[in-house]
């Protein structure tokens, strides 16, 4: 039978606020254990929460990137549940009313792209955490996430196959990254995504029964956590089986998604506005004034680069992956003042910076190469002072080094002799001497061995210690050995 | 609406209070007494009339995002009923 | 030296200010008074001589320097809702029986500031739930008029103090009527202000939404004098009102002339014991006397005031007391097996019947398929209520009536049957479910010998008006300064 899968992500993105959504305390990564849980973080008896403004304002500018509205007024629900990492015994969040509805987000799929509908996104806090190891047979609870502020984005069922997902999920993290609300470290548990996976016959209307696979931190989980969830289920159905609508988790170690037992006793979440919270109200003065400070979005700068610098859609989305990228390479285009070159720059920034980033595991920002440096370089291919060639190499140095003045590339190219011969004569006299040094070979040039006038350029670099113009030794060659 | 045993032990349950069978017999009479005074209530016309949270329409004021909070995690565990290494102990968690 | 303390708090700031008496002297005579009533009347859970003397040691000090606050050097004790550093704090429950509070409530720091010595933290009904200070883990408090009857609830410990000469003042919280009962019951004056106007940080949740502190004291200058204390905005509690500062004092001499006092039929239909009913009308020919004019005003939905009470209370409570849980402060159960058992057995042992039966009820109607039938058409009742309120206030600037529909009932009286005790707040639940400010003042007296209490019900943020009301009254009449024969000290 011909299969439809249908897939809705619910993501949750840490919101990069320095405290927490209802406390004071820092939600700083790596403290010592409960040392950054506060009063408030502990539910201990009296305290109040008050919602912090800087999450919301990220709330906003979320809502405001994917084209969505942005509720006037929004209400703070709790979720009430038992569990040891919930000091509350419920969790705030939005429940009939989120903050932010609507919206969409264009993936790329195949050589094109698509739009996914978002249902909404939402404020809540995070729950603690649960260790399971050296005590007894206890479980030890850190409450220091306890309280830290998330955006839950929720799509509509929309995506077909795992790598849509994937896709998904990347254009969203590079979003909330760029737009500034997330870091978006996935181990650190910034970004993590909850998948709901069904399948049905083609053509069938009914969705099929879903599962709701949870906490999938990596791309590379998330797809295999899905292609392992839609084999299951269509194995299931083949056999006569009928799939449970179950919260599952996937096992990366085993490769394999398996029921969640202790969520599963009929669950009551009881949810009803939190008295503790007035409504949230967002009005147009706020909203503009995030709008007005959103920088210009990864869409719109991919048309730009296409349609201004001449760019192809590949480039302009590999250069739109981050916004330090994107920033890195107009820093280098402007800084050559030769937008006709934006070509040249996209190819070194996607070609030699990004293989050295990746190589020295580094983000952009603390590239060993400035965007100015960089573009030092650029100059002197574009100007004919050295080969792309030779260009590798002073990049390679510059590397070594550290280089951030525009200056960096011209001091290498002297203090190592690397700029190109391009002086007809001198030329010439190299040439010459090669010709004459090699008759059976001028004699297979003129036989038309295109491989054998190949030889001669070789020797010519070689002579020239890869520093000849080969332009212009090329066409010496041609008058020499052609005419 | 008239709550029966099953249902006295399915709230308890979500209520993580547990219950003898003689607790939910007694429950089962003072809950279903307290639901029928409650349930003179429900035949109120309430048609278009908006559901009032809280006392006052007004909107929740907002922290600016400053850490206040220091580490104070001795005092608030030096009543907790267990702790070790700095975290609370529960009875293992299994999922 | 002469005892100020009957006379009320302002007295007694007064008697410091003058140097007629030192805060320690004072302080270590009513923690011996406390010492001697307390195994009777056991009104307070906790109290610390050493640290209250310690406090009234640097009170005397401020005096001498010369830089004492209006309140620097009077005792005042607080309820045990109220967050105290470094005092056991146990909302009169098991659960928090030895739980010794990290930090201060709102209402505490603004005390500290002035200076008062905490005298101890007071008895109360366990979460602040009951009507009688029977549900108290640490047993039921005595009303010092009877000590066979209860001094009502849930802050009978403050009332029973204050109206035992025990303290000229204490604080006190009011969900769905626990200022305003006790204080009728035990003949003492208190006052609900209006929603919002005291922080709730610190103060241990019960229903969030109608939950508010307010002061228990002899009259209503003193009332006006705590309010000015413990009124005021706190950015720690999101439902605290921003407005500027009021002197509550403002009215106390204003005159009743042409003042419309509403008088709701439902209030006066039958439900009032006729001793009540004797000590309310007479107290409203004492205000008609003063020049207020009575009018007749219409509550239709008042009466739904209790059922929907009973949906938004216990619903709200169920959440607020999950994080009573064993697991990083407050009781464990000593032995369990595995986590959900330890929660159930837990909270099964650290809570006490009445907030059990409170937990059900408000867990089951926000179930799903019951919540709109039980917990939203509660709302949409309590839009009723607030209109009705909204509108008798068209016609007359206070309401007066009943606090209580009898005088206070003998310990034990409800015990098999909650709903007779969940009658006691009927007059006192709608201001609550409207967020109105409300107060009961001493009107008489019943069956027995025991206090009449006449409530008062006032638009939002009319607190001055009304206490200029109570203090009119308590001009022309001396309920107020009667104390109960056996503690006249």
Same mark, same amino acid.
């Given at each position: 039978m011909d299969w439809e899968i249908v897939i809705g992500l619910e993501t949750h993105a840490q919101l990069s606020t320095h405290s927490k959504m209802f406390s004071g305390a820092s939600i700083a990564f790596g403290a010592p254990p409960n040392a950054q849980a506060c009063a408030v973080d502990l539910a201990l008896p009296g305290v109040l929460p008050v919602p912090n403004r800087a999450a919301i304002e990220r709330a906003i500018r979320f809502g405001i990137a994917v084209g969505a509205r942005i509720n006037r007024r929004s209400v703070f629900a709790r979720k009430n549940y038992f569990y040891p990492d919930l000091p509350k015994g419920y969790q705030i969040s939005q429940y009939e009313l989120p903050v932010v509805e609507g919206g969409t987000l264009e993936i790329p799929v195949g050589s094109g792209t698509r739009v996914i509908h978002l249902t909404r996104a939402h404020l809540e806090e995070d729950a603690g955490k649960s260790l399971h190891e050296d005590f007894h047979g206890a479980t030890g609870i850190d409450l220091n996430r306890a309280g830290t502020p998330l955006l839950e984005i929720v799509s509509e069922p929309e995506l077909g196959s795992a790598e849509e997902a994937v896709a998904y999920a990347r254009t969203l993290h590079a979003l909330v990254r760029w737009i500034d609300i997330c870091d978006g470290n996935m181990q650190e548990g910034s970004f993590r995504c909850d998948a709901n996976v069904s399948v049905r016959p083609r053509g069938q209307t009914r969705l099929g029964t879903r599962c709701e696979i949870k906490n999938l931190n990596s791309f590379r989980f998330l797809d295999l956590a899905i292609r392992h969830e839609v084999a299951r289920q269509i194995e299931l159905i083949e056999s006569g089986g009928r799939v449970v609508q179950e919260t599952r988790l996937y096992d990366p170690d085993r490769d394999e998604t398996r029921s969640m037992r202790s969520k599963e006793d009929a669950q009551d979440y009881r949810y009803f506005p939190d008295p503790d919270l007035p409504p949230l109200w967002v009005d147009d003065d706020w909203m503009a004034r995030v709008a007005a400070a959103l920088p210009e979005l990864p869409a719109a700068c991919r048309a730009r680069y296409q349609s201004d610098w001449g760019l192809s859609p590949y480039d302009a989305a590999t250069l739109t992956q981050s916004r330090d990228l994107s920033a890195y390479f107009e820093a280098v285009v402007h800084s050559l003042g030769a937008t006709d070159q934006a070509k040249l720059v996209a190819n070194w920034v996607t070609g030699e910076l990004a293989a050295a980033l990746n190589r020295d595991s580094l983000e952009v920002a603390n590239a060993r190469i400035g965007a100015l440096a960089l573009s030092g370089l650029l100059r002197r291919i574009v100007d004919g002072t050295i080969s792309g060639k030779i260009a590798k190499d002073v990049f390679d140095a510059m590397w070594t080094d550290g280089a951030v003045t525009p200056g960096a590339a011209d001091d290498i190219i002297e203090a190592r002799g690397l700029r190109q011969i391009s002086d007809s004569s001198e030329l010439e006299s190299i040439i010459d001497a090669i010709i004459q040094a090699n008759p059976a070979q001028v004699a297979e040039v003129r036989a038309g061995k295109e491989k054998a006038f190949n030889y001669f350029v070789g020797q010519a670099m070689k002579a020239t210690r890869g520093k000849g113009n080969p332009a212009t030794i090329n066409a010496i060659l041609r008058a020499r050995l052609t005419a | 609406m008239a709550l029966d045993p099953d249902a006295v032990r399915r709230i308890a349950l979500l209520a993580r209070i547990a219950v003898t069978d003689s607790e939910v017999a007694a429950l089962q009479g003072e809950l279903n007494s307290i639901l029928g005074m409650i349930e003179r209530m429900q035949g109120v016309n309430t048609a278009g009339i908006v559901p009032m949270a809280h006392a006052f329409e007004m909107h929740t004021p907002l922290r600016d995002d400053q850490v206040t909070e220091t580490d104070q995690r001795a005092e608030f565990q030096a009543g907790a009923p267990a702790v070790q290494d700095g975290l609370y102990l529960v009875p293992r968690v299994i999922e | 030296m002469s005892d100020p303390v009957p006379l009320g708090l302002v007295a007694t700031a007064r008697a410091l200010a003058a140097r007629e008496l030192s805060s320690v002297e004072l302080t270590g005579a009513l923690l011996e008074r406390i010492a001697c009533a307390n195994p009777v009347l056991n009104a307070f859970i906790t109290v610390d001589p050493e640290v209250s003397l310690r406090q009234a040691a640097a009170a005397d000090e401020r005096i001498a320097r010369g830089d004492a606050g209006p309140l620097t050097g009077v005792p005042v004790a607080h309820k045990d809702i109220f967050m105290a550093r470094g005092w056991r704090t146990t909302c009169a429950s098991r659960m928090l029986a030895g739980f010794v509070a990290p930090y201060d409530a709102h209402v505490i720091e603004q005390f500290d500031a002035a200076g008062a010595v905490n005298m101890g933290k007071l008895n109360m009904d366990e979460f602040a739930m009951g009507s009688s200070s029977e549900s108290s883990f640490f047993g039921p408090v005595r009303n010092p008029w009877d000590i066979t009857r209860v001094p009502g609830g849930s802050s009978g410990g403050s009332a029973a103090a204050v109206a035992a000469g025990l303290v000229p003042a204490a604080t006190a919280t009011d969900t769905g009527g626990s200022i305003r009962q006790p204080a009728a019951l035990c003949g003492v004056s208190g006052l609900k202000p209006t929603y919002g106007l005291v922080s709730r940080y610190g103060m241990i949740a019960y229903a969030s939404s109608l939950d508010q502190a307010g002061p228990i004291a002899r009259n209503a200058e003193d009332l006006a004098v705590l309010m000015n204390l413990m009124a005021g905005h706190d950015r720690r509690d999101a439902t605290s009102?921003?407005?500027?500062?009021?002197?509550? @004092?403002?009215?106390?001499? /204003?005159?009743?002339?042409?003042?419309?006092?509403?008088?709701? /039929?439902?209030?006066?239909? !039958?439900?009032?014991?006729?001793?009540?009913?004797?000590?309310?009308?007479?107290?409203?020919?004492?205000?008609?006397?003063?020049?207020? =004019?009575?009018?007749?005003?219409?509550?239709?939905?008042?009466?739904?005031?209790?059922?929907?009470?009973?949906?938004?209370?216990?619903?709200?409570?169920?959440?607020?007391?999950?994080?009573?849980?064993?697991?990083?402060?407050?009781?464990? &159960?000593?032995?369990?097996?595995?986590?959900?058992?330890?929660?159930?057995?837990?909270?099964?042992?650290?809570?006490?019947?009445?907030? @059990?039966? @409170?937990?059900?009820?408000?867990?089951?109607?926000?179930?799903?398929?019951?919540? !709109?039938?039980?917990?939203?058409?509660?709302?949409?009742?309590?839009?009723?209520?607030?209109?009705?309120?909204?509108?008798?206030?068209?016609?007359?600037?206070?309401? &007066?009536? %009943?606090?209580?529909?009898?005088? #206070?009932?003998?310990?034990? &009286?409800?015990?098999?049957?909650?709903?007779?005790?969940?009658?006691?707040?009927?007059?006192?639940?709608?201001?609550?479910?409207?967020?109105? %400010?409300?107060?009961?003042?001493?009107?008489?007296?019943?069956?027995?010998?025991?206090?009449?209490?006449?409530?008062?019900?006032?638009?939002?943020?009319?607190?001055?008006?009304?206490?200029?009301?109570?203090? #009119?009254?308590? @001009? =022309?009449?001396?309920?107020?300064?009667?104390?109960?024969?056996?503690?006249?000290?």
């Open positions: - | - | 009102l921003a407005r500027p500062a009021e002197d509550y @004092r403002r009215d106390l001499q /204003r005159t009743l002339k042409g003042l419309r006092v509403g008088l709701p /039929r439902a209030y006066f239909a !039958d439900g009032m014991s006729p001793d009540v009913r004797a000590g309310v009308e007479s107290a409203i020919a004492v205000l008609r006397r003063l020049g207020a =004019e009575p009018v007749e005003v219409e509550l239709p939905r008042v009466e739904l005031a209790l059922p929907a009470y009973y949906v938004i209370a216990p619903a709200e409570a169920s959440s607020n007391l999950s994080r009573f849980d064993g697991v990083r402060y407050g009781h464990r &159960a000593a032995s369990y097996g595995d986590l959900a058992d330890m929660y159930s057995r837990t909270r099964a042992e650290g809570f006490g019947p009445e907030v @059990r039966r @409170r937990i059900l009820i408000g867990a089951f109607v926000l179930c799903h398929g019951y919540y !709109d039938a039980y917990y939203l058409q509660a709302q949409r009742v309590r839009r009723l209520i607030a209109e009705d309120f909204a509108s008798a206030f068209e016609q007359c600037d206070v309401i &007066a009536g %009943p606090t209580s529909p009898t005088v #206070a009932f003998a310990l034990g &009286a409800h015990a098999d049957d909650p709903l007779q005790m969940y009658l006691s707040d009927i007059y006192t639940i709608a201001p609550n479910l409207a967020g109105l %400010p409300a107060m009961s003042i001493p009107c008489g007296f019943g069956v027995h010998g025991l206090p009449v209490g006449l409530q008062l019900v006032g638009n939002y943020f009319t607190e001055a008006r009304m206490l200029g009301i109570a203090a #009119a009254f308590q @001009r =022309e009449t001396e309920w107020h300064l009667r104390a109960p024969a056996a503690m006249t000290p």
